[in-house]
C-alpha cells in the first residue's frame, strides 16, 4: 500500500511555462514532506522541503504548495528551464515509532522542458 | 568539500558471490541509511542507522547486511540470498540535530549488475 503517491508518470513543459508536479499521501502522520531532483544513473538533488505547519515554501524558481485537509501537495517550476529535465521524487517522513527521520518515497515523475 | 562518497561507480559480479558496496561521508551526519532503486519504481530503505555500532532493517532487509563502526562510514553487503540483486544503490545521509535534521543527502550511487 503506497503512502506516497505520485500518479503522473511524466510530465512535459514547453520552456518558459509553469511545470506543476502533484504529490498525494495517506498517512496524517506526516509532517516533513521534500522534493528530489534525479538525473540518470545520479543520486538524488534535494530541492526543497515544507513543515506540516507551513501551507506554502518557496526558493526562486520553485515553490512547494501543501493542502493538508486534502493529504496533497505540489511542486510548482517557474519558469520551467530544458536543464528542469529530471525525475522528480516527492518524500514524505513523520515522527512516530521509531522511525523518525525516516523517507517514504513516491515513484517519481519524468519532466521534458521542450525548447 | 564536504559530501557523500560511493564506490565504485560500476559493479559487475557473478551470482552466488557476496558483494560489499561502500558509502563514505564526511558531513558529520550521525544517521546513514541504504536505498535501493528499480526501473519505475521510487527508493525503497534497506537499512538505516541513527548512530555508531546500532542499525535496523527497513521495508527490504533480506538477503542484505551493514555494519557501522564508524560514524563516517556505513558499507552495505548484498549476499549471495537476495534474489533480485541487480539495481542501483543509494547511500544517504542526514544531521539530527540542526535545521536540516530531516533532510537527506544522497551520494552518487553504485550499480550493481549480477551476471
Known amino acids: 500500500d503506497q503512502q506516497v503517491k505520485q500518479n503522473s508518470p511524466s510530465l512535459s513543459v514547453q520552456e518558459g511555462r509553469i511545470s506543476i508536479l502533484n504529490c498525494d499521501y495517506t498517512?496524517?502522520?506526516?509532517?516533513?514532506f521534500l522534493w528530489y531532483k534525479k538525473y540518470p544513473a545520479e543520486g538524488p538533488t534535494f530541492l526543497i522541503s515544507?513543515?506540516?505547519?507551513?501551507d506554502k515554501n518557496e526558493d526562486g524558481r520553485f515553490t512547494v504548495f501543501l493542502n493538508k485537509s486534502a493529504k496533497h501537495l505540489s511542486l510548482h517550476i517557474v519558469p520551467s528551464q530544458p536543464g528542469d529535465s529530471a525525475v522528480y521524487f516527492c518524500?514524505?517522513?513523520?515522527?512516530?515509532?521509531?522511525?523518525?527521520?525516516?523517507?517514504?518515497f513516491g515513484k517519481g515523475t519524468k519532466l521534458s522542458v521542450k525548447p | 568539500d564536504g559530501g557523500i562518497t560511493q564506490s565504485p561507480k560500476y559493479l559487475f559480479r557473478k551470482e552466488g558471490q557476496n558483494v560489499t558496496l561502500s558509502c563514505e561521508q564526511n558531513?558529520?551526519?550521525?544517521?546513514m541509511y541504504w536505498y535501493r532503486q528499480d526501473p519505475g519504481q521510487g527508493l525503497r530503505l534497506i537499512y538505516y542507522?541513527?548512530?555508531?555500532?546500532?542499525?535496523q532493517k527497513g521495508d527490504i532487509a533480506e538477503g542484505y547486511s551493514v555494519s557501522r563502526e564508524k560514524k563516517e562510514s556505513f558499507p552495505l553487503t548484498v549476499t549471495s540470498a537476495q534474489k533480485n540483486p541487480t539495481a542501483f544503490y543509494l547511500c544517504?545521509?542526514?544531521?539530527?540535530?540542526?535545521?536540516?535534521?530531516?533532510?537527506?543527502?544522497f551520494g552518487p550511487g553504485t550499480r550493481l549488475t549480477v551476471l
Open positions: 515544507i513543515s506540516s505547519i507551513k
Open positions: 542507522s541513527q548512530i555508531v555500532n546500532d542499525f
Open positions: 518524500a514524505a517522513s513523520g515522527t512516530y515509532g521509531g522511525s523518525q527521520g525516516n523517507l517514504i
Open positions: 544517504a545521509s542526514r544531521p539530527t540535530s540542526g535545521a536540516t535534521r530531516d533532510t537527506q543527502y
Open positions: 558531513l558529520n551526519h550521525d544517521a
Open positions: 498517512n496524517s502522520m506526516f509532517d516533513y
